[in-house]
């Protein structure tokens, strides 16, 4: 209630009572004068002593001042809001208001009368029958004129007890029902009654009855109607004096006794009190149930409501803590003497556990009204792990954004329109320009023309998909430098599925594509000269016979061996071999054709296609390359050499079948022109074949068999080191025919011819007996060596081999794992299944088991799965070169890493210089074999022989 209502009903609680006490003696002298009891003269006598009206005037004064002093609490409290004084008090003086408001009346109608006829001459004593008939007429119609005000004063108090309470009834419905029901009707017949006695000075018995009929009649209307109010009332009355009666539990039995009004809102508050029962019951067990803290604190800021989880939460029980300040829990919320200024909000902060601890909370607060109390509900929820895990975000957003702003990638992200939106500091190693610099420039900006379709293309890919589009293309840097690029990108969609952003990588992979060039190269070029290899002549004559084939365009093939090169490689060195090979190819290319292919085949040998020539033509050019080589002198350390050449030619026309046999052709023919003297240009024709070849090779054959049956051929060891330590345990055995000259000739100057003639399994057997007898005679004096050796690919059809090999350790009593048996890995592929028969024989025996020449076939690894090898003999080929060619370099790391996952150990081969066997102890390799270690020697098992191999591996160690 505002001002404005409290001074209104102010006005009325005394206005109806100050009109109840003047009512009182003017409706009570009226009456008296009507009932003949007083004259005008007495009246006019008594009013003009001025007595009656002082009193009268002084009882207003005092009802106006004793009631407004007495209603001034209650407006006082409203104003306040509840405050000012107990509600205990207010109780009681509400409780007085009948006496008081009735008493006073009482004293007005006692008073009055009284007054009237003391003011009189002769006083009281002189009219004592007209006093008590004065008096009894007063009482009558001060209960009559006090009604009225006393039920408007009611109903002022009723509204501020609205705000107050009530702690038990005041005034009953019973008792107003009596007052207005029968005692006003009462009093109104006995007023009528006192008039007609004054009237006739009589009263008869009919009368009397008609009056006691009345009277009871009215006494007995009221009592039936107090006892219908009871029964209406009755389930009200026992609640209330039902201990506990204000739960909701208690309210919501209330059932209806009566029909009336009474009944119906029983009926709708028991209704009522049921359904707040149930809600109740469900807010009770949500609040119970209910995982966050659920606090309610009053408008000062102390704890009324404190469920489980907020138990669990802080540490404290609701017993504990109710009645105790929020800021026990909350002090950011208010201070320790500070009552908190709670508004309705969503906040975070930080709680104190009983323990001390501080506790990460969500508090959200709504505001509500109780019993006309403002109370406020906190919803605290423990967000101790969701800090922990925006923690852990933070920083892993924070290491993902460092590993991007690091990352050596480009990271990126572009609008729809390909404008850069974002870009990681990769892009100025790439693009010359700082981040910030393009960011809003277009991709295109940086496009190569050559690449802008493709790009455009890719663009599209993008936009259209939503799978990870790879591509790769050339952007220019802020130099106009073209950089090849490798891009990620995908698109990101929103919700109707256009294209919000466009994200992804990439990488510059210049280096990568200079490399992948320089590998081509290096596949069709060799490393020494520079020429076309071997490889990429044998595709490029292929293509040569097929367009021949074709078109009928005849060329030539010219194969040229060096004469002097072994000469001049054994007598001078490699180095100067090396410098000779590089010489001889500036002097072929110097003097080709533009057009014509001229390659590196072999160590001193050399190709020439030379296109559009023929039969008649091919001679004379031929011809001039070989007096070209004739005129030319090689010099070294200030001494000059003659260096000539053989050529064998063949021309390619149509009837030429294939690249093989044209390439036999030339070779044949440069046999041919060796055998015939060197230094001379012999061109192929069928019958070259058989007078030539066989009659060679019959030579050769024959001197193998005389070595094998006079016991002339020797065996030469080569050292195994050890590349982590440099220990030398391990020899490969080689053969060497020794010539009655003293010339000691190489396996592939006899080799061949043995197989060709059948002697080839005659000289395995003998190689290998001879090298079990004398690893025998070794370990018998001490020496802790092992052998390797070599056998032919013709191996695996000798099956007299393995029979003998288990005899020779028989006899021996050799030990097999101290030996190993190498097989070309070309021959072994040939024959694979014999080859993995073959090799699991010999390690079922306990011998093992090497692959020689690995990597020379360019064929896939996959074979390995099938051979139980122990030990892989990396090619020298690759080996040789690695000190100038990343290519071998590259070459070796992946075999030595093939093998090692396979669970076999490598041996490189060709190991010439120190800097290669630091590649390999690098690489890992597990053993090196070359003249760098050791060159083969028949003594050099011996251990002072032994002594230079461990000095050269130490010191490259140290």
Known sequence: ??????????????????????????FGLGFGYLFNLLSTDQAVAAISTGVLPGLLLAL??????????????????????????????????????????????????????????????????????????LLLLQLGVAVIAGMPGYLVALDGLGRLVARLGLNRVQVSMKSKLMLLGGLVPLLSYTLIMQYFWLETRGLDTGLLLIWALLAAATLALTLLSIQSLSQSLQPVEEVLHRSGASTHADLARLEPQSTDEIGYLTQTLGKLFRR??????????????????????????????????????????????????????????????????????????????????PLPVSIRVSRMEISHRTMYTCLVADITQRKRAEDNLIAAEARYRDLVETAHDLVWSMD???????????????????????????????????????????????????????????HLDREGRQHHLSFNARAHFDDAGRVMHISGTARDISEQKAFQQQLSYQAEHDSLTGLFNRHYFQQELERTVAR?????????????????????????????????????????SSHVREGDLVARFGGDEFTLLVYNVGHDQAPRVAENFRQLFEAYKFYHDGKSFNVT?????????????????????????????????????HFYNPADRDKAGMAEDMGWAARVREMLEEDRFQLVYQPIADVRTGAVTDYEVLVRMVCDDGDVILPGGFMPAAERFGLIHAVDRWIVARAIHQLTQLREQGKEVCFSINLSAKAFEDHTLLPMIQAQLADTGLDPSWLTFEITETAAIANLGAAERFIGELKNIGCQFALDDFGSGFSSFSYLKHLPVDKLKIDGSFVQGMAQAEVDQAMVQSMNQVAHALGKATIAEYVESEAILKLLQQYGVDYAQGNYIGRPNESLINPAATRPIYSNVTQLKT
């Open 416 to 474: 729809p329109e390909g404008r850069w939106t974002y870009l990681n500091g990769a892009c100025q190693s790439i693009y010359g320009y700082t981040p910030q610099e393009m960011t809003g420039r277009h991709l295109r900006e940086f496009q190569v023309a050559s690449h802008a379709e493709m790009d455009n293309e890719a663009f599209q890919a993008i936009l259209t998909g939503k799978e990870l589009v790879q591509y790769e293309t050339v």
């Open 548 to 588: 021949t084939a074709r078109h009928g365009a005849e060329c030539a093939l010219f194969y040229i061996d060096l004469d002097q090169f072994k000469y001049i490689n054994d007598t001078l060195g490699h180095a100067a071999g090396d410098q000779l090979l590089v010489e001889i190819s500036g002097l072929l």
């Open 1 to 26: 209630m505002n001002d404005a209502e409290l001074s209104a009903l102010h006005r009325r609680f005394g206005l109806g009572i100050g009109l109840g006490l003047v009512a009182t003696p003017v």
């Open 60 to 133: 207003l004064a005092f009802a106006g001042l004793h009631f407004s002093r007495y209603i001034q609490p209650f407006l006082a409290w409203v104003r306040q809001g509840g405050s000012g004084h107990s509600t205990g008090h207010l109780q009681r003086r509400l409780a007085r208001f009948p006496r008081e408001y009735w008493g006073l009346f009482l004293i007005t109608a006692l008073a009055t009368p009284s007054l009237f006829l003391a003011s009189l001459p002769g006083g009281l004593a002189a009219r004592p029958e007209t006093f008590l008939h």
């Open 276 to 357: 707040l029962g149930d809600q109740e019951s469900y807010m009770r067990a949500v609040v119970d149930t209910a995982a966050e803290g659920i606090i309610v604190v009053d408008e000062q800021g102390n704890i009324d409501t404190f469920n489980p989880a907020a138990e669990h939460l802080f540490g404290f029980l609701a017993m504990e803590i109710r009645g105790k300040p929020l800021a026990w829990l909350l002090p950011e919320i208010a201070g320790p003497d500070t009552a908190p200024a709670l508004t309705p909000s969503e906040e975070e902060t930080t709680g104190l556990h009983r323990n001390g601890k």
């Open 645 to 681: 050449c053989s050529i064998g030619g063949a021309v390619i026309d149509h009837a030429v079948d294939s690249a093989d046999e044209v390439m036999s052709h030339a070779d044949l023919a440069c046999n041919m022109a060796k055998t015939g003297g060197r230094n001379r240009v």
